[in-house]
């Protein structure tokens, strides 16, 4: 191999790492969104790792990439059609419920009780 096809292997299989890793949080952050209790989830997750495992010593780019292809579409069949979010975090309930006055305005903290000079 010349340095310029071991440069461009190892930039590939770098980013096939990274869209596995990816893939991987995505499908395991969605089990929770599946799972109503622990118990549930942890033999989920534990399914789902395995699934992972098997194919983990796979060696030709070209089946990695058509692996990576099929877990994608098959992570978006099973997606959750709706997932929870956390209250606070943007779309959840409780996302700015209480937003910051504009500027401009004053809050006045002391009401009732002002100086009379």
Known sequence: MSVASTAAYAARRAAQK?????????AL??????AVHRHLFYE???????????NK????LNTIDRLIADGEANY???????????????GGSKFTR???PPSGIEIVYNYGREDND
């Open 29 to 34: 952050k969605d089990t929770l969104n599946w």
């Open 98 to 100: 209480n937003p910051t």
């Open 18 to 26: 990274e869209r596995v890793r990816i893939l991987y949080r995505r």
């Open 57 to 60: 010593h796979v060696e030709d």
């Open 76 to 90: 978006n069949k099973w997606r959750h059609p709706d997932p929870y979010i956390v209250p606070w975090a943007p």
């Open 44 to 54: 989920d997750a534990s399914n789902l790792r395995e699934r992972f495992d098997a």
